[in-house]
């Protein structure tokens, strides 16, 4: 198999980039959660226009899921894995991705979803049920998997494998390849971790078949990895390094996030692929991807074995995921964890992308929310939504329960009926691709004319109405 080349990783809003880039894309990369819809039925189905409109970006395809990771004590969604599968066949890819994480967590019968992906226990039982994770999803998928290093913001711990160790006893036991974020390992360099060269030494480089590259910032002492803009000069200087000792390497992407594309200049992205092109190509012979399973459990031993005593894998997702959403964790590990200001970091970040979808799929109802409380009001309100419901897989999931919390609690916001009412039923159109009829008490003109141009209505028609709402 060839190699593939350089691109980007397509999100929302990124036809700027596309453009921009376009003869200079060998691959697109894909999320695939951002092409599911949770229909109001219960089932999930790809939005099939935007699909069409992908289709026609140059390069070939790749996909990297965000939602359906692969590190933790719980096996992958079987339907998410399905879907992937799918996705892959339609799109030709040579092979997908997903994050060596967890997002799943609970115990006595609950499970509930973190909202973030959080770092798995990192210990030779670690290992184990990551691999059993991996050969999960892999062996459900019509493509081989790739497995990325994640950002992981809490302490080392003395009774832990360090990092490279415990990424390469998983892929090593399941037989993946990996994806290596040059961004995430810096980041976590500079956050207190393993050193990137160190984490180099420990990897299996043979496996790395794709490289991403990101930018971040600096919040609260902590490098963050928000994929917010381009690389820094250290990174591109890593990638310089790093790039001609990875023998396997098919595909090098710079990576955003869709809320950060406005604010990146399309010139300096191509300047960038241009850049890692004169740095990188691929190699005109590869080997194949997929590679020989090991015939027994993975053996991971040695110097930092992370053989001491210590909680196991199902206590430290139970625990480090209950505080991340904010709940009650009790137990001398949720007090070792509570203590790490990183715990902190990650509750903050739970809750700002939790109000990031909010304000994504209930645009007038947050806007409203805004310009009547403010923002500390609206910052309670969320708050006490947090604390009272764990985060839902799907930003439309998110928007119905915080629906359901508003008309539970009924803060003090004229209007607010309706408003969420039309959101929701604009929702609603976006899920099953039909129009959808919503009575309200308002004249709907009057309501989104005045949030639409950022201010409150005044005095709006009142009376009793129908309302059809199309795409």
């Keep these: 198999m060839t190699g593939l080349g350089v691109g980007l990783t397509h999100v929302p809003g990124a036809e700027p980039l596309l453009e921009a880039c376009a003869d200079l894309l060998e691959v697109v990369e894909i999320e695939p959660q951002t092409l599911w819809r949770a229909r109001s039925d219960g089932t999930t189905g790809c939005d099939e226009e935007a699909l069409r409109r992908l289709a026609d970006l140059p390069g070939a395809r790749l996909l990297h899921g965000v939602g359906n990771p692969v590190g933790g004590c719980r096996p992958p969604d079987p339907r ?9 066949e339609r799109l030709r890819a040579p092979w997908v991705s997903e994050h060596l994480a967890f997002n799943r967590t609970g115990r006595d019968g609950e499970e509930f979803h973190t909202g973030f992906l959080l770092p798995p226990r990192q ?3 670690g290992v184990r049920r990551g691999v059993a994770s991996v050969r999960a999803m892999a062996g459900a998928l019509p493509v081989p998997l790739a497995v990325e290093i994640g950002t992981n913001y809490l302490r080392p711990r003395a009774d832990e494998l360090p990092d490279g160790r415990f990424v390469s006893g998983v892929a090593d036991g399941a037989g993946c390849g990996l994806l290596l974020d040059l961004h995430n390992v810096l980041a976590n360099e500079r956050n207190g971790r393993t050193p990137v060269d160190g984490l180099l030494d420990d990897l299996p480089l043979d496996r790395v078949w794709e490289v991403h590259l ?4 600096e919040h609260r002492g902590y490098w963050l990895d928000a994929h917010c803009g381009l690389p820094d000069e250290e990174l ?11 023998p396997a390497l098919r595909a090098v992407l710079f990576e955003v996030t869709g809320s950060a594309v406005p604010y990146v200049d399309p010139r300096a992205v191509r300047d960038l692929l241009v850049r890692v092109r004169e740095q990188w190509r691929p190699r005109p012979a590869l080997g194949p991807l997929l590679l020989p399973l090991p015939p027994g459990p993975p053996s991971v031993g040695g110097r930092g074995d ?24 009790d137990g001398p590990l949720a007090r070792e964890l509570a203590a790490d200001p990183a715990t902190a970091l990650l509750r903050e970040l739970v809750t700002e992308l939790r109000a990031g979808a909010l304000a994504g799929t209930l645009v007038h109802t947050v806007r409203l929310l805004l310009l009547t409380l403010g923002e500390a009001g609206v910052r309670a309100l969320l708050d006490d939504y947090t604390r009272s419901h764990p985060p839902e897989p799907f930003p439309t999931e998110e928007a119905v329960a915080f629906a ?12 607010l009926a309706d408003v969420l009412e039309l959101d929701l039923g604009l929702v609603r159109v976006r899920l099953d691709g039909a129009p959808q009829t919503v009575r309200l008490g308002t004249d709907a003109n009057d309501l989104l004319n005045a949030l639409g141009a950022g ?10 109405f129908l309302v059809r709402l199309t795409a």
Excluded at 80 to 88: C, D, I, K, S, Y
Excluded at 214 to 217: H, P, Y
Excluded at 455 to 464: D, F, I, K, N
């Design 306 to 329: 992370g053989r001491g005593e210590g909680p196991g894998p199902e206590e430290w997702e139970c625990a480090l995921g209950a505080l991340a959403v904010g709940r009650e964790a």
């Design 123 to 125: 210990t030779p039982e």
């Design 404 to 415: 359901a919390h508003l008309r539970r609690t009924r803060p003090r916001v004229p209007w």
């Design 455 to 464: 201010r409150l209505p005044v005095a709006p028609r009142r009376g009793e």
């Design 80 to 88: 998410q894995t399905a879907l992937v599968g799918e996705l892959a």
């Design 236 to 246: 591109l200087a890593l990638a310089e390094r790093v790039l001609p000792r990875l």
């Design 214 to 217: 990101a930018g971040g910032f």
